[in-house]
């Protein structure tokens, strides 16, 4: 695991303090899951910071907290992340009078702050949360990048007049005065929005999450969050073959700067035999090619769905076949991963300890086994993620009744989750119109340009809650799972000039000729066979197995005997009634994963999640 924590006040004087030594050590012992230690710590006068770091760019003096000291002050950074433009960056400083002490990404944006000040990180192209303390002036700068793809949580102790912050929710209890309380729009968080959250919302009561492309500044003063980037609706100019040739070229540029590292790290590709994996994995080949290097490809599957497999509208194929068509047509090093249905379950567990949240059940679960199984002979991965939130590949994108819904398409149901819930928890969260809310809030943020027709206009705002929301989610559950397993986990279809310039392309050059993705496919014409370019979507696969569903609902009926603090919340007798029934696996509850089996492994996440913390529900 990598991550930043730390703390800061203008009341205190840490320096003199020991006592907040041993709570820095807490705070990086509850991030790097191991033993406490003293080394990635910076301590004094009003602030405190604590690093652990998974090396990928200069793995033998990039070590944090990074220090610059001049005319006597301190200015402190502890960053996780990758910044991909890192080498145009240096050459920019160097050229404005600065030396450089390592090779590392985290001094130049150290340096960067110095020569340009705050707004400096719209220069930044990458994936990033840091802290920067400029002691000269006693103020403290949180950073996040544009799509969130780094978390970074805060709170407020006002007997201490502290901001305390950390990559997770559990750092910031290692504080020792933050309580893990969850109130009712905690609740409705969870039970309403979940497993996707409110951008800025951390659930637990009192506690925020950064929100991205935002940051931060903590002073005397107070604190203040600046927007420094934002999804901007514009017209599009270019005709048609010139916006497949400009897809292809920012396609390509993210891909290739997001392969850096040291040589010493190799980078690999998932590679599931879906268009958006298998163009990325293509464009690593030929660029590792060049390079007299053969690219590692990892595909991914469930013990049993050979026999148990079972097609609908959203899962249409397994990925097997059309994976070995790609790792024979690119001549990758290929290797399949199975994860059985045991194992699954088992993580469900361990995925809550990577995300102090309820997540995507056994989407993350699993995800978690495969990171981990990477992780043996790669450090760094590059994946297909968020293709179909910004090139609409999604059915919420094309079908009129989700168009219509008037709420978050991949959610246009609330009834699976209320149906559960016990009727006086029902009445006090509303939680009918606590998702209402949440949705009209998020749709008032997007511009809706003047000659857009009312369709037009509803898939624009489709398109803005995709990347707001869902592709959120998606992004926090691969860097989580990622990260978690010692693996770092970039993601080109995030990059920011692509993912804006893709935002305005019109629908019917999206969409032409009724082909979902059609500008994506068209502009990976040549890289993938035609059997995989027109290949109809089938997300990340999960499994079939009917005993995968039956030792949940044992494990579910075992937490009932022990006193499940779930209970606060469901109502036991329809808990139990639901888990006699059949389940459907074809009817998604959110997105296009998480159907009957999954709603029963989110209820032991939770019931775990409440356990662990030993959360105070106040509602």
Known sequence: MCGIAGFFSNDINFEVNDKYRKILV??????????????????????????????????????????????????????????????????????????????????????????????????????????????????????????????????????????????????????????????????????????????????????????????????KYGVISKEYWRLESRYHEDSYERTIEKTKYLLEDAVVRQMVSDDEVPICTFLSGGIDSSLVSSICAAKLKEEGKRLSTYSFDFTGNEKYFKANSFQPSQDAPYAKKMVDYLGTEHKILNCDYEIQANLLYESIDSHDLPCMADIDSSLIFFCREVSKK?????????????????????????????????????????????????????????????????????????????IEADRRRISYLNIRFF??????????????????????????????????????????????????????????????????????????????EKLLINRLKNDLKNGAPILQIIDEKKLTAFMEGEKDYGAPWYGQLMAGPQMLAYLIQINYWLNKYKIKIQI
């Open 378 to 454: 790669h450090k760094v991965v590059l994946t297909g993620e968020c293709a179909d939130e910004i090139f609409g590949g999604y059915p919420w994108f094309h079908r009129e009744k989700f168009l219509k819904c008037n709420t978050f398409p991949w959610t246009p149901d609330l009834s699976p989750r209320k149906q559960l819930m016990k009727p006086d928890v029902l009445e006090v969260l509303n939680m009918d119109e606590y998702v209402k809310k949440a949705y009209e809030s998020a749709v008032k943020e997007v511009d809706i340009l003047p000659w857009e027709n009312k």
């Open 26 to 219: 807490q705070m990086k012992k509850s991030l790097y899951h191991r033993g406490p230690d003293d080394s990635g710590i910076y301590l004094k006068e009003h602030c405190g910071f604590a690093h652990t770091r998974l090396a990928i760019r200069d793995v033998k003096y990039g070590r944090q907290p990074m220090k610059r000291t001049i005319n006597n002050n301190d200015y402190v950074i502890v960053y996780n992340g990758e910044i991909y433009n890192t080498d145009i960056l240096r050459k920019e400083l160097k050229r404005a009078g600065w030396h450089f002490e390592s090779k590392s990404d985290t001094e130049v944006i150290l340096l960067l702050f110095l020569q340009y000040g705050p707004e400096f990180v719209k220069k930044i192209d990458g994936i990033f949360s840091f802290a920067i303390y400029d002691s000269s002036h006693a103020i403290l700068y949180l950073y996040r990048d544009q799509f969130g793809i780094k978390p970074l949580f805060y709170t407020f102790v006002k007997e201490d007049n502290a901001i305390v912050f950390g990559s997770e929710v559990k750092a910031l209890f290692e504080y020792g005065k933050i309580d893990a309380v969850v109130d009712r729009d905690g609740l409705n968080e969870v039970f309403g929005v979940g497993p996707a959250r409110q951008p800025g919302n951390a659930v637990f009561k009192g506690i925020k999450e950064l929100k991205p492309g935002n940051y931060l500044t903590c002073s």
């Open 471 to 548: 592709m959120q989610t998606l992004l926090n559950r691969m860097d989580r799972t990622s990260m978690h397993s010692g693996l770092e986990a970039r993601v080109p279809f995030a990059d920011k000039q692509l993912v804006q310039y893709v935002f305005n392309i019109p629908w019917d050059m999206k969409a032409r000729n009724d082909m979902v993705k059609n500008v994506l496919r068209q502009a990976a014409r040549g890289r993938v066979p035609n059997e995989v370019l027109f290949r109809k979507k089938s997300p990340y696969p999960k499994t079939y197995n009917p005993y995968y």
